[in-house]
């Protein structure tokens, strides 16, 4: 009975107490007490949540009512509520729960992981992200739960960030479109946004992902760099490699570094992006400074013989080829000058 929340003569505070603390056991009444929690009956939940709570107990069932508006209104308002209590409802709230959770500046100012969990949020709009991003730039609060985050501040600092609404915005409704597009791609291992006309020799976008490269033209810099992220975060919802292969091409450097940073990438990724020959010299800049992915053969030749990786760069694994590839460079009309003279100086200290 105390599983389903029925304990006669005992105060609603106490009794949700009493259920919380039967959920971590191991037995069946564990299991009774959890789906108690799911479904907490409203009048013991709104008796307990009017009374002295454990802060522990808040810590519980928060993430479980982070949906429900009307409770989670009295969880963040409650005294006893933890700021890592609000970082846990941060992560799955809806989105008015993140509008609720992101009106209390003082308490996200003082406690900066609410602000990550949110801008990591599927759920909060984009012009809330963008307001709470900027808040945290102001105050000159560096999110590092954000893989992204410099390129991020440094984007938001030439926007003019809009005032709260009650409505969600055009931004909002635009970078909503934009994930929807994102979750009707799958791409295989080596398949990729872009491929070659075989009558032109150009790149173009390829049939699956125009719509999504369509919309993705018109999304400002901060949207593009936060969808990066969220897709990422997301990724069973949304092909997120399609999201990245779209970033790494974009004129604007910060994207296109947010788009090489972000969590999950694989190697075989790395390695085409290596070898792509329309891509910022900041993004080969910062595969070729990261030791997990130049352990790869492959990623060091891409890199050299790619003629927008910086030559101080390419010079440094060059040293690395293998004989075959350093003559093949050394003779290719694609790569500079001076790093087809570096090709022939190692070769000669190799004695062929």
């Known amino acids: 009975m105390a599983a389903k929340g029925v304990v006669p003569g005992l105060?609603?505070?106490d009794t949700l107490a009493l259920v919380v603390l039967l959920s971590t056991g191991a037995d069946g009444a564990a299991e009774t007490a959890k789906k108690t929690?799911?479904?907490l009956p409203i009048p013991l939940l709104n008796g307990a949540l009017a009374d002295n709570v454990d802060a522990?107990?808040?810590d519980v069932i928060g993430p479980l009512y982070a949906r429900d508006v009307a409770v989670a209104e009295k969880i963040l308002l409650h005294a006893a509520v933890?700021?890592?209590?609000?970082?846990?409802?941060?992560?799955?709230?809806?989105?008015?729960?993140?509008?609720?959770?992101?009106?209390?500046?003082?308490?996200?100012l003082a406690n900066p992981k609410i602000i990550e969990a949110l801008y990591l949020n599927k759920s909060?709009?984009?012009?809330?992200?963008?307001?709470?991003?900027?808040?945290?730039?102001?105050?000159?609060?560096?999110?590092?739960?954000?893989?992204?985050?410099?390129?991020?501040?440094?984007?938001?600092e030439s926007e003019l960030v809009p005032e709260p609404t009650e409505a969600p915005t055009f931004d909002d409704v635009q970078f909503n479109d934009a994930e929807r597009l994102a979750s009707e791609i799958r791409l295989g291992n080596d398949e990729d946004t872009h491929e070659?006309?075989?009558?032109?020799?150009?790149?173009?976008?390829?049939?699956?992902a125009r719509p999504l490269h369509a919309i993705w033209a018109e999304l400002r810099p901060p949207a593009k760099i936060r969808l990066l992220q969220v897709a990422t975060l997301n990724e069973v919802r949304v092909d997120a490699k399609a999201v990245r292969m779209l970033g790494?091409?974009?004129a604007n450097p910060l994207v296109a570094v947010a788009a090489i940073k972000s969590p999950g990438i694989g190697d075989g990724e790395v390695m085409r992006i290596a070898s792509m020959r329309n891509v910022c010299e900041d993004v080969l800049r910062e595969i070729a400074n990261n030791r997990e992915w130049t352990r790869h053969y492959m990623v060091k030749l891409n890199l050299v013989a790619n003629?927008?990786?910086?030559f101080g760069h390419s010079s440094k694994w060059i040293v690395h080829l293998r004989e075959s590839d350093l003559k093949a460079i050394a003779k290719s009309k694609e790569v500079p000058g001076a790093v087809q003279t570096a090709a022939r100086q190692q070769l000669q200290r190799k004695g062929k």
Request: aromatic share 2%.
């Open 82 to 108: 933890e700021p890592v209590t609000v970082v846990a409802m941060a992560q799955v709230a809806s989105e008015p729960v993140c509008e609720m959770i992101a009106t209390n500046e003082e308490r996200m």
């Open 307 to 310: 003629p927008r990786t910086p």
């Open 196 to 208: 070659i006309n075989e009558f032109t020799g150009q790149e173009e976008v390829a049939e699956v």
């Open 37 to 39: 929690l799911e479904a």
């Open 56 to 58: 522990g107990v808040l």
């Open 124 to 156: 909060t709009r984009m012009s809330t992200a963008d307001r709470i991003l900027e808040l945290a730039v102001r105050n000159k609060i560096v999110l590092r739960a954000i893989p992204a985050f410099e390129q991020a501040a440094a984007a938001i």
């Open 11 to 13: 105060k609603p505070a």
């Open 248 to 250: 790494v091409r974009d």
